[in-house]
């Protein structure tokens, strides 16, 4: 029963608030009209069908004992706001109408010792047929006579102040919902590293929330200042010595100690660039629309010019909202792992659903299943070893991943069906 709840409920907060508005609404109605109807109106309508059938009956009783049924019809007419008509040697219509408005009438009149009969015109008004010894007697019967005109009033009140009631309860509802979602707009934006403005609104507890995240953001804000300022600073202290013995070494005789040395101190400057800019994160470069498929086009150029080919296939272009030296860093580290371990790399992209889906495929010998979230994790190398010559420090693939994140995209990696490794990478469309 919850699983199928859960699933026939609206996904949005505005809509379940409407809902929850409705429900409870719609319940009173239904119990107060129900109540009136057996209350009030039902009630109302028996004792005004009463009074009118006593009122044929005194006209019936009158017309059998006159000689001439139509003297008097005129006093009736005018005193009991009725219409008669009289039929000699007629008899009465042979079937009943069915009509709902004429029931309490029908239940009240079938008490008359005499045959009777009754239809509805085309105006609305009951037609009474009564048989008598000389003949038919007609008297119709307008509506007003059957009901009290305090029940549309009533009617109209009560849906009338339902829709009042819920067009306010639904313009408050929905500022409530408004500061919400820019609660969580904020959140995203700053989440994709963007700086967000944000004033909390909305509710006391929304309001909370809001001032929850400020308070929280520029935690994180002076959190990765410091960490960043902190890691440029060692960056710097250590390049300081590592410049002096590259500086010693060029002085020295050549040889192979020399020239492994060098090596060591190369690796050194490459694993502290890479602490570096794993630990700027998205630094202070601004998002700008760019061309999805022109950047990627530039980008593949750069690969042919040095000799590794890439072939890229664009369905169609699109837009999106990026810090391209960031995203042209996070694609690259992902292609150049395919050039390390691979001799052919394609690269696709096209729209699906709204959505920039970029698939990076290559023939490499791939990465198991059971490693694939393992290889995001910073420090993380799938060879364990230190050789330079099998991978890099271990943060391309996390710089890549946090670069992704932080564009609102995602990236998981997949089997390709080149046999090798296949990378994933969705993105938001830009509207243009």
Known sequence: MRFFFKHILPKHLLARFVLIILLPLITLQALVGIYFYHKHWDTISRRLADDVVGEIRLIADWAESQKDPTTGFSVFEKNLALQLAWAPKEKLPQKNNKNLVAANLRDKISDLPYPQTTL???????????????????????????????????????????????????????????????????AKLFGMGQDVRFKPEGAYEVRQAGQAFIEMKDRITRYMDERTTMLAGVSHDLRTPLTRMKLELSMMNPDETTHMLNQDILEMENMLTGYLNFARGAGQEKMESIDLDLFLE??????????????????????????????????????????????????????????????????????????????????????????????????GMTIARDTILSHGGNIKLETSPMKGLRVLITLPLKNR
């Open 120 to 186: 509805t015109n085309s105006d609305g008004q009951q037609e009474v047929y009564i048989q008598l010894t000389k003949g038919v007697l007609k008297i119709t019967v307008p509506r007003k006579r059957f009901f009290s005109t305090t029940v549309p009033s009533f009617l109209w009140w009560m849906f009338g102040s339902a829709l009042w009631l819920f067009g306010v309860a639904f313009i408050f509802m929905k500022n409530q919902v408004r500061a919400i979602i820019r609660l969580a707009r904020a």
């Open 298 to 395: 530039t980008m593949v150029d750069k690969y042919k010019r040095v000799g590794y080919p890439v072939n890229l296939h664009i369905e169609q272009s699109a837009r999106v909202m990026a810090r391209p030296h960031e995203l042209m860093r996070a694609i690259s580290n992902l292609v150049s792992n395919a050039q390390n371990y691979a001799t052919q790399t394609n690269i696709s992209m096209g729209i699906r659903d709204d959505i920039i889906q970029l698939i990076i495929d290559d023939n490499g010998p791939g990465i198991p299943a059971k490693k694939r979230e393992e290889v995001f994790k910073p420090f993380y190398r799938v060879d364990p070893s230190r050789n330079k010559n099998t991978g890099g420090v271990g943060l």
